[in-house]
């Protein structure tokens, strides 16, 4: 599923290895649709994908595309559990400037 939001950067987290096979590294995006109650929307971006953010910095306004992810996990208890992630393939700044020339769209699976 392609989407795509425009925002400003709120904050840029430093990349984390999850696995030997898996890196992810958010940032959140504020979007104000309604400027009284603007949302703090988290973003991340995986594999070779999360170096795409390098040079941008909070106040940036930008577009991203983004796929909705989301899974089910029981836990060692049997308890049932979801989660959702806003997988980002591409970023670029409000005038046009477009961060990297990643490759399309991995789709890469954090263990759970």
């Not at 709120?10 to 898996?22: G, W």
């Not at 930008?62 to 796929?67: A, I, K, Q």
Request: aromatic share 12%.
């Amino acid at each position: 599923m392609g989407l795509e939001a425009t925002g400003t950067i709120h904050e840029i987290f430093e990349a984390k290895q999850i696995t030997e096979r898996f890196r992810k590294r958010e940032f959140v995006l504020t979007v104000a649709d309604n400027p009284e109650y603007p949302q703090y929307v988290l973003f991340q971006l995986t594999g070779n994908r999360c170096d795409s953010i390098e040079g941008f910095q909070k106040g940036d306004e930008v577009r991203v595309e983004f796929s909705l992810r989301g899974r089910e996990w029981t836990s060692p208890k049997n308890e049932v559990r979801y989660f959702n992630s806003l997988d980002v393939w591409a970023v670029e700044k409000v005038d046009g400037g477009l961060s990297s020339d990643a490759p399309p769209y991995e789709d890469e699976e954090p263990p759970f």
